[in-house]
C-alpha cells in the first residue's frame, strides 16, 4: 500500500482529506502536533514547510502527498519551494497541491501568482502531480461582512463561482486514493453557479437570519479603507484589495464540472454550505 501523506490537518481542508483517507493510515504532517484531530492508524509528523531538514524526515517513504497551501505571508513563496523541495529530495512521487482559479504570473488576485510560483516549483522537480485550483471559498464569502453586516469592495457586478471547502477536500481524497488516474491533471474548482456579491449577501442573509448587503468601493476607497481599519503590509492589503478586483474583471466567473467528475457528486451551493 503506498503511504499518504496530508498537510494542514488541523485546519478545514486538510482535516477532512485526512478523515476521509483514514482508511489509508496517512502520516499527517502538521506544525502543531498537539493539535492534531485522532484519526485511528495515522501517524504524526512535525514540520513547518520552512524548514527544510524536519520535512525531509517527515516526507521520508511518503509516496503520495497532499499539499494545502501555506498561510499567507510575505515568505509564503519560499516557504513553498523549500516543502517542495524537501518532498523532493525525500522521493514523493506524486504531489497533490491546493491552487488558485486561474493561477498565473499576472493573476489579478495577486495571491494567485504565489500559487503559479508553487505550481511552476513543483513541475521543475519532475514529480507527477495534480493541480486543485480552488476558487474562492464558499463558506467563507459571508464572513467578508463587517459587524455592520456589510460587505465592502471593488467587485461591482462581477461573479464568482465559489467553491465549498468540503468539495475541495472530496476531490482531494478521490485524487489521493487514485493519484495515477489524475497525474498531470489540474482541476479548477467551483460551486454550481456563478452569482454577484449583492446576490451573495441577499441569500446568504435569508439562511443566516442576518443581514448583509454589498456595498461597492473604489480601488482608492478600498485601500483606505483598510488602511485605516488595519496596520497591515502593502502585499496584504493588495490581496485583500484583488479578491474584490479579480471578480469585478470576470477572472472568478467561469463554472466547472469538475467537482463532480472527480467526486461523483455535484459542487455544494451557498446554501447547502451555511445551513450546517
Avoid: C, K
Avoid at 496596520?231 to 474583471?249: C, K, M, N
Amino acid at each position: 500500500m503506498r503511504t499518504i501523506a496530508v498537510t494542514g490537518a488541523t485546519g478545514h481542508v486538510g482535516g477532512r482529506v485526512a478523515h476521509l483517507v483514514a482508511d489509508l493510515q496517512p502520516r499527517l504532517v502538521v506544525r502543531d502536533a498537539s493539535r492534531v484531530p485522532e484519526i485511528d492508524g495515522a501517524t504524526v509528523a512535525q514540520a513547518t514547510y520552512a524548514d527544510l531538514e524536519a520535512s525531509i524526515a517527515a516526507l521520508r517513504e511518503v509516496d503520495v502527498l497532499f499539499m494545502v497551501s501555506a498561510a499567507e505571508s510575505s515568505t509564503r513563496r519560499e516557504e513553498h519551494r523549500t516543502f517542495i523541495r524537501a518532498a523532493a529530495e525525500a522521493g514523493v512521487s506524486h504531489l497533490v497541491y491546493t491552487s488558485f482559479a486561474g493561477a498565473a504570473p499576472d493573476a489579478t488576485f495577486t495571491l494567485g501568482r504565489d500559487h503559479f510560483d508553487a505550481e511552476q516549483a513543483i513541475a521543475e522537480t519532475g514529480i507527477a502531480h495534480t493541480f486543485l485550483r480552488d476558487n474562492f471559498y464558499l463558506d467563507l464569502l459571508p464572513f467578508f461582512a463587517d459587524t455592520h453586516g456589510v460587505i465592502r469592495g471593488p467587485a461591482g457586478d462581477g461573479r464568482v463561482a465559489a467553491v465549498a471547502r468540503a468539495d475541495v477536500a472530496d476531490v482531494a481524497a478521490a485524487v489521493l486514493r487514485s493519484p495515477d488516474a489524475h497525474a498531470g491533471a489540474t482541476y479548477e474548482l467551483t460551486g454550481p453557479e456563478a452569482f454577484t456579491l449583492t446576490e451573495l449577501a441577499a441569500r446568504a442573509s435569508a439562511v443566516l437570519g442576518r443581514t448583509l448587503r454589498f456595498e461597492d468601493e473604489t480601488e482608492d476607497e478600498a485601500y483606505a479603507s483598510r488602511r485605516a481599519a488595519y496596520d497591515a503590509e502593502d502585499w496584504q492589503l493588495d490581496a485583500w484589495v484583488s479578491t474584490y478586483t479579480s471578480i469585478r474583471d470576470g477572472q472568478m466567473e467561469t463554472v466547472t464540472d469538475d467537482v463532480r467528475r472527480v467526486t461523483g457528486h455535484d459542487p455544494r451551493s451557498l446554501e447547502d454550505v451555511l445551513a450546517h
